[in-house]
């Protein structure tokens, strides 16, 4: 069962919690977000790798 089951955080609740997360995480937050997104682009170039490999493999032959 949710946590928060028929709650959902309203625009006040929002701005606190964007305060709070840059009180604590404020100096950090710009080098998190430039890794957190070369993650994203690596997965990305993950992905189209995987999917060029399947692209370019031959159908397997059935055996009977």
């Known amino acids: 069962m949710p946590l928060f089951l028929g709650w959902a955080p309203g625009p ?5 919690l964007a ?3 840059l009180l604590l ?7 998190l977000m ?3 997104g070369r ?3 690596e ?3 993950g992905v189209s790798g995987v999917e060029d490999e399947v692209k370019d ?3 397997a ?3 009977p």
Do not use: A, Q, Y
């Open 19 to 21: 305060l709070v997360v």
């Open 34 to 36: 430039r890794s957190l």
């Open 61 to 63: 032959e059935s055996k």
């Open 25 to 31: 995480f404020g100096n950090r937050l710009p080098g």
């Open 43 to 45: 997965f990305k170039k």
């Open 12 to 16: 006040l609740e929002l701005v606190i």
């Open 57 to 59: 493999e031959p159908p």
């Open 39 to 41: 993650g994203v682009v």
